[in-house]
């Protein structure tokens, strides 16, 4: 039985606050550290004691170093994890060991796995170690059974600590800085004004005063009751789980010492902590991991389930054929412990678009140690400053889930696949087998029947690839993710659908991405003050625009199209439908616009037709002329296809070939495709999927929001400057002169991989390190295969913070990409490159860079 001490931290009770904390696990105490320490007057209230309750109480307590990391905001948050952790080990004297982690793969999967974390890691430390030689693990840890180990990396920057001591720190050094720290004391409700604001907190303790709640209650996120709510809570995107370890006494063995490092095992899915006086050993098999029972009512009490040797023991082989020695282990206790999880394996912070004023910090997915501090430190931001300033937020904002993703059932469903993938390095091919099939097109049975392979965002099914021809007997979905050496699955089938794209013409289903009506007296100019680009056009034509916030980077890119004077659709990134609305909400109740937004994501069938022989079709389907003076780029028009109307055509392809993508109401879906895939046989029509579509954007230098831009890159840093109007007033255009009149001290460039095989060699993915003259200077943000250009194509960023980053000092270097360990010379583009057409026109929104 684990005892905790209790230390009570109860002060005199206090009613107003500025910032209100429920929860006093490591996210809660992180906060209140943060924030107390910018002056803010918190309060924090803990159900518990603090850091005894829920996933802090049953932590074993480790740290996972940034390495560990492959997105660039998450290796920064855990490095400000790490770096508040080791300041408060110095101030006190709760158990803090750098012990290092070892990182083992059986697998050629894994061992490219290991290749690029190494990659990552000796920019940062030097000391980070690869070792191909089973004797030489063996000599380094005789307890571990090494004969099938391919590759070892050892990271020296990993920590074991106890989590309750640092919480109870962080608490006590929060109160130091003024914050009230109530224990044995609980939320029983959250009071919303009538505009959906906050202004009180109900407790055991009283009421107290605030406009700022944050929801870090970890499992129990979201389940406070808020009266005025259509469910009386704010509806979360996590669930609770169970994880299980064993607490066993020390290996039988003089060489185990307390900094002896972490083990896991990547392929065997274990870890194994062992020290001088006890061994934790875990597993996370999906079969072992269990969601707990699903709340038929609003009470916030979770089952803690008993814990389940049954289900522990295929993981248990696992351990003992990795540490044969655990199996001479006397006895040792299952423990069962309980941590929530969301939909993407991404912790979510911000403010809920459902109440204003509530802010959560939930759904840490096992790795609430190595996240929490510096996710403590982003959240102060937003709430004391409106913007994160350390890192990037876009991957953990709350922004980045709909309704469905709170779904219970959904996430019952998704959850244990998360958790078991608690050490796995995800990639932005990574598709989850579960929960699948819950969005789709009206049309996913004909693109199914025409060898479609899917794959989810945002609960959306969109066709990634089609197969030579359809199978009926193998599912459709993808799952797992793209190999990482050598050509994928897919290459053939999208090398096809790339010429036919090119060539003839293709035809894509972009049904997913988020659209929205704009109208009301007041829209063109709300739209004007929100987008950096003039969107004063005439009616008729459609405009690339950014949306930029205060400091000048992106709140969003899309495409506005004028329906009428006071009328706009706008057509922006999947992964935006919430964020998008939630901001065009916001500063039109803000500038006391009268502009109604209207999410018409679901409504709308979307089909993109790309490529030389688009025109022709289009005319044969529409009965209109279809030239460049008709209707040239850029421009949009309510057409009919046979009988269906209300169709939006738009002269965008979002990849810079010819063509349009056609809008049509969902009840009229299936006719209008069935007509354009009938007239297409004429041109050789073929299906694409998305993977055509960003080798077509990336050869062209097209960068997307979410893989290549963000909230901290702006239009000068990207190559969209001449997409900005500084003749109207706009949200960041401050931000912008500034810049401008500084110079930029990063900037996007298109790289071209020389001396690439890709037959046997490792294939970018994003996140490998770009050399300058020997000196890391930048990372890739996106990759693809350039089929006209024959090699490897990456988007990246150049860095110079000392002293900016111009044309002539890009031109000037000399440059090597490091893939997986591999250096690989690479040629530098600041401009989009000129590519044969065989069109004999250019689409006048070609280059998207200048």
Known sequence: MLHFQRRFLSTKFTSSADVVICGGGISGTSLAYHLAKRGKKVCLFEKDAVGCSGATGLSAGLVSAPIFWQDVGLQTIAQESMNLYSEMAKSSKFRFVKCGRTYFATSMTNEIVLRRMYSRGIVHNDSVELIDCQSEMLARWPFLQTEDIQLALYSPEDVALDPVALCQHLAATAKDYGAQIYENSTVSEVMLGDEGQVYGIDTTHGFVETSNFVDAAGIWSGSHLIKSLPHQHVQTAIYPCTYSYIHTSKLPTGAVIDSTPIFNDLDANIMLRTTSFKTLAAGFAEDSIRPLARQTNNSTTWVHPEPDWNKFDPNLDKLIHRCPMLGNVNHGDLICGMEAYTPDKLPTIGESSQARGYYMMCGMNGQGLSLAGGLGKLLSEIICDGVAKTADVTRVDVGRFVDLHANSQYLIERTPEVAAMTYSNLYHSHQCHTARNLRMAPIYHQLKDAGAVFGEIMGYERPLWFAKSAQSHKNALMRGQDTLIGKPEWFDRVASEYEACRERVGLIDMSSFAKYDITGPDALKFLQYLCSANVDEPIGTTVYTGMQHQQGGYVTDCTLSRLGDNKFFMVAPTIQQERCLVW???????????????????????????????????????????????????????????????????????????????????????????????????????????????????????????????????????????????????????????????????????????????????????????????????????????????????????????????????????????????????????????????????????????
């Not at 738009?650 to 879906?669: D, F, K, R």
């Not at 090597?816 to 490159?833: T, W, Y």
């Open 584 to 850: 065009m909400k916001k500063w039109a109740e803000k500038l006391g616009s009268k502009v109604h937004v209207q999410d018409v994501t679901g409504a709308y069938t979307a089909l993109d037709l790309i490529g030389p022989s688009s025109r022709y079709l289009m005319q044969d389907v529409t009965g209109l002329s279809m030239t460049s003076n008709e209707f040239p780029t850029f421009r949009c028009q309510e057409i009919n296809i046979g009988m269906a109307t209300g169709i939006r055509a738009i002269s965008v392809t979002h990849c810079g070939e010819l063509g349009w993508v056609i809008y049509i109401p969902n009840e009229m879906a299936q006719n209008v495709y069935d007509k354009v895939i009938s007239a297409g046989q004429e041109y050789s029509l073929q299906h694409a999927g998305y993977y055509t579509l960003r080798q077509l954007r990336i050869e062209k230098f097209y960068v997307y929001w979410g893989q290549d831009i963000n909230a901290t890159v702006t239009p000068v840093e990207c190559g969209r400057l001449f997409r900005v109007d500084f003749k109207k007033d706009f949200i960041g255009k401050a931000a912008l002169e500034e810049q401008l009149e500084r110079g930029v001290s990063k900037r996007f460039v298109q790289l071209l991989i020389d001396n690439h095989d890709k037959e046997t060699d490792p294939w970018p993915q994003g996140g490998e390190t770009l050399y300058r003259d020997g000196r890391p200077c930048g990372l890739t943000t996106s990759a693809a295969y350039g089929f006209t250009l024959g090699c490897q194509v990456c988007i990246a960023v150049i860095e110079n913070k000392e002293f900016g980053v111009s044309a002539e000092f890009i031109n000037r270097g000399s440059y090597e990409l490091d893939i997986a360990g591999k250096r690989f010379a690479v040629r530098v583009n600041l401009h989009s490159p000129t590519l044969p057409m065989i069109s004999s026109e250019h689409p006048l929104h070609y280059r998207p860079t200048q």
